[in-house]
């Protein structure tokens, strides 16, 4: 008998920003409550599990990816009891619940970077990257801080320099350190004790760094300084292999569990090298979260992503919370159809999809003065680089003032165009974005070559047009996207010419109506999803 593929290989995978999400006790913030309560929402839309972005203790210099305690909620988000209440109302509609662990540094409120800090004999003091001054002077190497400027925060009380890749408010952790490695290993156990099925794993690639501290050569382009250094001994160390397999046994301890890997700073092959059977079960390419839109574009980042994956199970994604929404940065106009021609790629591509908050409904980014923007680092790099806040906008669920997501003021603005662009508006419109995205997770659902099956690419050298088939064992199911304004055709590959289609999806077609041909004609950013007969 064939063997059914785990709930994360079939699934689609939905982000939730929680403080964006919905308030439910009215003070602008967006709580587990919250969640709950919208759990109808979302299993009505389809999908198959929650990445919670997180909702732990946290001071918030970086929202939540500052933790201070990694065992409890924020009480801004609840309770644990909110949380167990989230996880059992989750599963009751068959909806799994995936937590953002941040490992790679904690908040400097963490009690055991506040004890790291008061000695060098402390029990923690060895818990973080804590180094004595270079013996010229100055910080111990060259390394950066991603979020701008030198990596190394120098304390006078000790007299040594701390490592942090982010802010200096998230210390990095000495992941060479065993006590470490048996912390954070029981941070898994706890939440897969409360019954979690999954980790989002933040920056993971980072945990260890070259233990003789060699500086990074110089190299490299790109806005920011760190740009200009070639990082090979701040992240992507070999030590992250072993600690993978060690995680994942424990994972696998629990039955069918899920990690996936946010691979910072890497090529598609990079991230591919930690993904596997022994390892993360999957991980992000982040090549499609660009501004392009176009058949060739999208080819290649897919094509990349799946030679460099070889036969390891695929992500797809095309927006997150660092990320200028993709309605902003394909600048759709009101009529929502570039996001309808995205939405069928994200939903009808091998592998797994993943979906950001909001992108259902086509939420653009808000705009924001400098002095509204709330993220350190998109302070510092206003306005070269569009602010994070953008992306993070309260869920607009109706027309009222604060778009239903709250009765208070909210600790970001809402959209502008919340008024027209909401839940309430596009449940009760056919032709909206919300039931096209339903639409395609009700076809990927229904159709075995779509959840499932191979994908190969067709009339590859066609610049208007991304197509491919998608095949298992009880079908085949073309995809053909016009990424273009224009009419444009494309060509069937030989052994497909003149055979009879069912028409899955289209504009121009009447669903269930068969075609046949060698040549397809597509209207202008028309998508059309064709069944073998
Ligand atoms: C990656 C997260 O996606 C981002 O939001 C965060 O600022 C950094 N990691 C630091 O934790
Ligand atoms: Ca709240």
Redesign the pocket.
């Known amino acids: 008998m064939k063997k059914e593929l785990p709930w994360w290989k079939k699934g689609i995978i939905y982000q939730i920003y929680p403080r964006s999400f919905m308030d439910l006790n009215s003070d602008g913030i967006g709580d587990l409550e919250g969640i709950t309560r919208q759990l109808d929402y979302l299993s009505d839309l389809g999908i198959d599990a929650i990445w919670l972005s997180p909702i732990y203790q946290s001071p918030n210099v970086?929202f939540g990816?500052?933790v201070a305690n990694y065992v409890d909620v924020d009480q801004e988000f609840g309770t644990l009891q909110h949380f167990d209440q989230l996880v059992t109302a989750a599963h009751q509609r068959n909806i799994k619940i995936i937590l953002d662990l941040?490992l790679?540094?904690t908040s400097d409120q963490h009690p055991w970077f506040v004890e790291s800090r008061k000695s060098k004999d402390n029990p923690y003091h060895d818990w973080y990257m804590w180094h004595d001054p270079s013996p010229k002077g100055g910080p111990p190497n060259n390394w950066l801080s991603w979020f701008g400027g030198g990596g190394w925060e120098y304390d006078q009380h000790l007299d040594q320099y701390y490592f942090h890749m982010?802010y200096k408010e998230?210390p990095d952790l000495n992941w060479r350190n065993p006590q470490v490695r048996q912390a954070m290993l029981d941070v898994y156990r706890f939440w897969l004790d409360r019954g979690v099925d999954g980790f989002r794993m933040?920056?993971f690639n980072m945990y260890f760094k070259d233990k003789d501290l060699r500086d990074n050569p110089l190299g490299g382009k790109g806005p920011r300084k760190f740009n200009h250094q070639l990082h090979l001994y701040d992240m992507s160390q070999p030590e992250m292999h072993p600690l993978l397999q060690e995680i994942r046994q424990l994972l696998d301890s629990y039955g069918e569990k899920y990690m996936v890997g946010?691979t910072?700073y890497s090529s598609p092959q990079q991230a591919a090298a930690y993904i596997g059977d022994d390892q993360l079960h999957a991980g992000f390419d982040f090549s499609m979260l660009g501004r392009k839109f176009s058949a060739p574009f999208f080819r290649k980042a897919i094509k990349d992503w799946l030679s460099a994956l070889d036969e390891k199970w695929p992500n797809f994604v095309l927006n997150?919370?660092?990320n200028s929404r993709s309605a902003t940065r394909y600048k759709a106009k009101k009529d929502d159809k570039v996001l309808k021609v995205s939405a069928t790629m994200l939903l009808t591509l091998v592998g797994t999809p993943f979906l950001y908050y909001g992108e259902e409904i086509g939420m653009r980014d808000i705009f924001l003065w400098r002095h509204q923007v709330l993220d350190p680092?998109s302070k510092r790099y206003w306005p070269l680089l569009p602010p994070?806040d953008g992306c993070r906008s309260p869920m607009q669920w109706d027309g009222t003032d604060f778009a239903g997501f709250s009765n208070a003021k909210p600790w970001l603005p809402v959209h502008p165009a919340s008024e027209q662009r909401n839940v309430i508006v596009q449940q009760s419109d056919p032709a909206s974005l919300l039931h096209f995205y339903k639409n395609l997770i009700t076809i990927r659902r229904a159709h075995s070559a779509l959840h499932s099956g191979s994908m190969e690419m067709i009339d590859e050298s066609n610049p208007s047009i991304l197509a491919y088939t998608r095949q298992s064992d009880e079908e085949t199911v073309l995809v053909a996207l016009n990424f273009t304004k224009k009419a444009a055709n494309f060509v069937l590959p030989v052994q497909y010419r003149e055979k009879s289609w069912n028409v899955i999806l289209s504009q121009h077609l009447q669903e269930q109506e068969t075609t046949t041909g060698t040549k397809f004609a597509l209207q202008p950013l028309e998508t059309l999803i064709l069944r073998l007969n």
Request: charged share 35%; hydrophobic share 30%.
């Open positions: 970086d990816y500052d941040v790679n540094h982010f998230q933040d920056v946010e910072f997150n919370h660092d680092v994070r």
